[in-house]
């Protein structure tokens, strides 16, 4: 990534400030850094935020691009960076016209740079100097009052986009930001999600760990879905700092268990109630959290009342929960109560370690549970240990379904099942159509009784699915092959409908004799 410093001074006037003698930037992503500028003008000091995104980061990711379009030239790569640039400009022109709201971040100014050797650019974004939400959490104690304030000040920035038509889709800690009054604000509309397009997509599990159930699957969505992503974010605020499904502290987190709660939670397996929130608060959560997107607030008017009718206590909540006198700045903060001890980040106090979350220490089972599990355990130590094959041959079977369950999981296998299923609809449906038109036909040549009962079969069948064909696009080949089947019942149904008299044949529908000879008998005479 090219240094900022050789770009210096920005905009002619904007210096980059370092935060330490080994440190530059004072907050750092996947995309890009973000620096502290000031500038200096009649011995006035003024001071900004300067985002930084180099495209591409670095050499190799260049080769990997030329590599996956199986080419060299070099001008696929150009061409390939500006339609990103072109959209991360659409993006800017959002937060231009946002500008001028307390709730939502800042935008100053911007500059868009080729780079020298003709592939890639490098873009700043000039803002107002903020606090990044963690980063303010850790410095200052965090109470019930100030989570409740953040979800409010976030659903004021949601009835701005609501009122441009604009779904932000994207909220998360690394884009709340915090100003010197207290205000919070939202910020990055839509740039890191045109920035993944240069490392192939959506990668990282962590991406996916305040997204909505329906944007997670590929269906229609609507703007409650930054309801859900805020929820989730007010969860870990109110839950030492871990997200639903995942162990609070001071049990560790091991490297499979967000993949794990993140499974669950797109199951859409009820959460439990956030640790640390009062009862009202924690029902406002989790309604912003519904997997039912139906069953949440539809807007941001409505959660933002529902968070303000909570009656906040301004209690501490622990940022990290923890046994021990363990906190993110290393240093122990705890103060004794009769209910247990609560660090500033902080331990888990008794009420909240004895509750049926899935904390360190779960409440003990009833009696009978527990002679249930005793003896359970009992019989699998007396039983014969499973063999190392049979171990084996039960992972791979594990395996197995475990790839299947992804693979159907997966929005774009459900697609092409979805579209294979329909194409075969189709084209059964056409077939028995014309099928059953064919035996009528062959029924009325022959005067034989039996293509007459295939027709009527086969006709009942191809109704059928030639009627759920009306709800797909190809309508027009539906009802056709619906009055091909619909022709073929009726016909195979009046043509057999006579007895015999005197050699000639006395037709219920006609109500008159027919000189037609006969040879097999009718469709009355199979069925009966």
């Known amino acids: 990534m090219s240094d900022i410093r050789n770009f210096t001074p920005l905009w002619d006037a904007w210096e980059i400030e370092p935060i330490s003698e080994d440190r530059l930037a004072i907050g750092e992503g996947s995309f890009g850094k973000v620096y502290k500028a000031f500038r200096e003008d009649f011995g006035r000091r003024y001071e900004c935020a300067i985002k ?5 980061q670095s050499d190799e990711e260049v080769r990997e691009l030329l590599y996956e379009q199986l080419s060299d030239d070099v001008s696929i790569a150009s061409g390939y960076y500006r339609e990103i640039v072109e959209n991360i400009n659409n993006e800017i022109g959002i937060m231009h016209s946002l500008r001028g709201y307390t709730n939502i971040v800042a935008y100053e100014d911007h500059l868009i740079k080729p780079k020298a050797n003709g592939i890639g650019y490098d873009i700043f974004m000039r803002m107002e100097l903020l606090t990044a939400l963690f980063e303010h959490v850790k410095r200052n104690a965090l109470t019930d009052t100030d989570a409740a304030k953040m979800g409010i000040d976030i659903c004021i920035a949601l009835e701005v986009c609501a009122a441009k038509n604009l779904i932000h889709r994207d909220i998360k800690p690394q884009n709340i930001f915090v100003n010197s009054e207290g205000h919070y604000k939202l910020g990055d509309f839509g740039i890191s999600r045109q920035l993944e397009k240069t490392t192939g997509g959506l990668t990282k599990i962590g991406t996916y760990s305040y997204m909505a159930p329906e944007v997670y699957r590929g269906d229609e969505y609507g703007a409650n879905v930054d309801i859900y992503s805020l929820g989730l974010l007010l969860y870990r605020l109110t839950n030492g700092n871990r997200l639903p499904f995942l162990p609070l502290a001071p049990d560790p987190l091991r490297f499979d268990d967000n993949e794990k709660a993140l499974a669950r939670r797109m199951k859409g397996e009820d959460m439990p109630a956030p640790a640390f929130a009062d009862e009202d608060f924690a029902k406002v959560i989790l309604k912003m959290c519904a997997y039912d997107r139906n069953e949440r607030y539809r807007t941001a008017t409505e959660a933002k009342a529902a968070l303000m009718q909570v009656d906040t206590k301004s209690k501490v909540l622990p940022f990290v929960a923890s046994s021990g006198n363990y906190s993110l700045t290393g240093n122990s903060q705890s103060k004794s109560s009769s209910e247990g001890t609560i660090s500033r980040f902080g331990d888990i106090p008794s009420y909240v370690a004895s509750d049926s979350q899935e904390s360190g220490t779960p409440p003990p089972p009833p009696k009978k549970k527990r002679a ?9 130590k007396s039983s014969t240990p499973p063999s190392s094959e049979a171990k084996t041959n039960k992972a791979r079977l594990k395996a197995v379904f475990g790839y299947v369950r992804e693979l159907v999981g997966k929005p774009v296998f459900r697609k092409k099942f979805v579209r294979t299923i329909t194409i075969l609809g189709i084209v059964l449906g056409i077939l028995l159509g014309l099928l059953s038109l064919l035996m009528f036909i062959i029924s009325i040549a022959t005067d034989d009784a039996g293509f007459a009962v295939a027709a009527i079969i ?11 064909g009306l709800r797909r696009k190809k309508k027009a080949l539906a009802i056709i092959c619906l009055i091909f089947c619909v022709a073929a019942i009726v016909g195979s149904l009046a043509y057999s409908g006579y007895y015999i008299e005197g050699g000639r044949r006395y037709s219920y529908y006609l109500g008159d004799y027919i000189d037609i000879p006969y040879r097999y008998g009718n469709v009355f005479d199979y069925i009966f």
Do not use: E, M, T, V
């Open 458 to 468: 086969i006709g009942i069948f191809g109704c059928i699915i030639n009627a759920l």
């Open 52 to 56: 930084h995104i180099s495209l591409p």
């Open 372 to 380: 249930r599990k005793q003896k359970k355990k009992a019989r699998k």
